[in-house]
């Protein structure tokens, strides 16, 4: 594939996420103006690129969409239900069309019909739902079209009729297909023109070739219809308005309708890099993590063996220094490679919207958090567990409106999606408001289901009863729909959210909704861990879910029937020996004292027992792969100093 079909990819998806943003927020208001212009902006843009290429079908929907919109600016057309659904349409299909030319190269066999279809429809709503073109706005000093005039004063007293033309190119517009200079040769019948700069020019080394800084003023005497039309494509840079015919008119009202101004502003200095170019310098970074832990380990017995203590003082220092770079590129690296939440969430609206529509539910969605950041790995991992998750809560969550009233709740189930950082770690949730889950329901479900045992359904709480969601194949889905039933439901879920080194819950209220949470580390390719010992073996918990390490005393440990916990700080706190999670024979404790790593679980935090203490380190962590992928309690491995491998335990998965 060729850099520039990558390169119109890239960008045709980022557009077509623009117009469906805004097409959302024109739906919620439809007299806003900045979703509007925006819609405009992306259509049109997207129209011009794909006009590089030999889509035409392509090309043949999306101008007929720029035709909707810009009625729908200009008032011809009112933003009514079924004009978004069409224009949703549009861009949805579009979506499909970039999909399949990145994967061939070429527009599917249909997309000729496809095409004239959708454009069919579409003009079919600029015809049947016209409406009056909004009325003029106030008049406005009319100075600079005096000024024009007096520079072409014989051309102007000959015209039956001026049309004054304000045209403000935005400063990207060269980057949206947009030729200013093209347009104004354009305009027939000119009686006059001056052209300035829009804003103050910079000094000369500092000015942009590629930013557009003009203010196009013109007269023509040409038709108002034939001057709209050049101008179609960039209705919110241009105000055009006819002048009063006759001199003493001109200078009697001194207006000429509306002048607006363009808002566009310059874009903001980007580069954008193949995300496998930044995957390759991670990986980078990554090795020279691992070697400056070697060197590390190799300067400490230097330092032990060697006789000249200066020279080992000497290497300890650069040693230092290194690591202190070390440190400061990778974080560097994991900042290039931070995405906010809002590059993931932006395309649940309108999911969100197209399942609420199939079902015939009446959703409220709303989001918070997206400014929230994490690995471009988590983030991008994370689209397909929240979209099933969101299925969940509009298929089985939402009660139907005339239930939800009559339970006096309002007749539109509220589905929040947030995130927040949580120190080392980042939380998304998904909450809803609808009829929550039903224990008894899931205790008979899994029964006949057979997900475990009759005597350990019945020991089970309510609580650890509604976790069987998760089990394999679980499902209360009572026949096969396109969103539910099929056998894959929350066990993929969390299998995709572990993948990520995350853990999944839930809380749910019979009657009152249900809350699912995804707890997930920043990054999966960097890691923090703490080292600990067990007999002669080493081995790593992150050091996200630590909360501190402390020395117990043998006799402040109490049994707790087969269990055991100790207090801290007038807090009970369970123990449980890492030995015991690894199957790990114990050493004979001979000591007086334990040594304790207090971690962080989802029901409050748990003390892990260990032999010793080792040093904290930066890693990067590989994944299990091969037959010892599906290896439960083991989040991945890494290379230390000595060439050793460490295993970095999931110590959450370990204790179930």
């Known amino acids: 594939m060729d850099d520039l079909l990558q390169h119109f990819i890239v960008e045709a998806r980022e557009l077509i996420q623009q117009a469906t943003d805004d097409l959302l927020a024109l739906e919620r208001d439809p007299n806003a103006v900045v979703p509007m212009d925006g819609a405009f902006r992306a259509v049109h843009t997207l129209k011009g690129s794909v006009g590089l290429f030999d889509f035409a079908p392509m090309g043949l929907a999306l101008h007929a969409a720029e035709d909707v919109l810009g009625a729908l600016k200009e008032g011809r057309v009112r933003a009514e239900a079924d004009v978004i659904d069409t224009l949703l349409d549009c861009i949805g299909q579009a979506e499909r069309w970039v999909a399949e030319i990145e994967r061939t190269g070429l527009l599917p066999p249909d997309a000729a019909e496809e095409g004239y279809r959708l454009a069919r429809v579409l003009r079919s709503h600029a015809d049947e739902n016209s409406a009056p073109a909004a009325a003029a706005g106030s008049p406005v000093d009319l100075g600079w079209v005096k000024d024009l005039i007096a520079q072409s004063p014989d051309a102007a007293a000959q015209a039956k009729s001026l049309v004054a033309i304000v045209y403000t190119p935005r400063s990207d517009c060269f980057f949206s297909g947009d030729d200013p200079v093209a347009l104004l040769r354009s305009i027939p019948n000119l009686v006059s023109v001056r052209i300035s700069n829009r804003e103050p020019w910079p000094p000369v080394s500092e000015i942009d070739p590629f930013a557009c800084n003009l203010r196009i003023e013109a007269l023509s005497s040409a038709a108002l219809d034939a001057i709209r039309a050049i101008f179609r494509f960039v209705p919110d840079q241009v105000t055009i308005h006819e002048v009063p015919c006759s001199a003493s008119d001109r200078a009697a009202t001194g207006a000429a309708g509306p002048l607006e101004e363009a808002a566009g502003g310059a874009r903001g200095r980007t580069l954008r890099v193949d995300a496998v170019r930044i995957d390759h310098l991670a990986d980078l970074v990554g090795e020279m993590v691992v070697a400056k832990n070697a060197l590390a380990h190799l300067s400490g017995q230097i330092r032990d063996r060697l006789e000249h203590k200066d020279l080992a003082q000497a290497l300890l220092t650069s040693q230092a220094s290194i690591s202190r770079i070390v440190a400061e590129l990778h974080r560097a690296v994991m900042d290039v490679r931070m995405m906010p939440m809002r590059d993931i969430f932006r395309r649940f609206p309108r999911a969100v919207r197209d399942i609420a529509g199939a079902l015939g539910k009446a959703v409220d969605f709303s989001m918070e958090g997206e400014d929230v950041e994490a690995d471009k790995s988590v983030v991008e991992g994370l689209f397909e567990p929240l979209l099933h998750v969101l299925r969940n809560a509009i298929d089985h969550g939402a009660e139907p409106e005339e239930a939800r009233l009559k339970a006096g709740k309002p007749g539109r189930v509220k589905v929040t999606l947030r995130a927040r950082r949580e120190g080392d770690r980042v939380a998304v949730e998904i909450e809803d408001d609808g009829r929550g889950i039903d224990p008894a329901a899931v205790r008979r479900v899994a029964g006949e289901q057979r997900v475990t045992s009759a005597d350990e359904l019945e020991r089970m709480s309510d609580a650890e009863i509604i976790n069987l969601i998760f089990a394999p194949g679980f499902s209360t889905a009572s026949e096969v729909t396109d969103l539910s039933g099929r056998g894959v439901g929350m066990d993929a879920v969390r299998s995709a959210v572990e993948r990520m080194g995350g853990q999944v819950s839930v809380q749910s209220l019979l009657g009152h909704g249900t809350t699912i949470r995804l707890s997930l580390p920043l990054t999966i390719v960097m890691a923090r861990v703490m080292a600990v010992r067990i007999g002669q073996e080493l081995y790593g918990i992150p050091l996200d879910g630590v909360i501190e390490t402390t020395i117990v005393p043998r006799s402040r440990v109490i049994p707790v ?74 989040m991945g491995t890494t290379l230390l100093g000595d060439g050793n491998v460490l295993m970095i335990l999931d110590i959450p998965e370990l204790i179930g």
């Not at 801290?568 to 000591?591: A, G, H, K, V, Y």
């Not at 203490?613 to 992928?629: N, Q």
Request: no cysteine; charged share 25%; proline share 5%.
């Open 561 to 634: 029937g087969d269990a055991e916990a100790f207090v801290l700080r007038d807090r009970t706190i369970p123990l449980i020996r890492l030995s015991d999670l690894l199957e790990i024979s114990r050493s004979l404790e001979l000591r007086s004292s334990m040594k304790v790593v207090v971690m962080a679980l989802d029901d409050g935090p748990v003390g892990i027992a260990v032999d010793s203490f080792a040093e904290r380190m930066d890693v990067l962590m590989r994944p299990m792969s091969g037959i010892l992928s599906g290896m439960p309690g083991v």
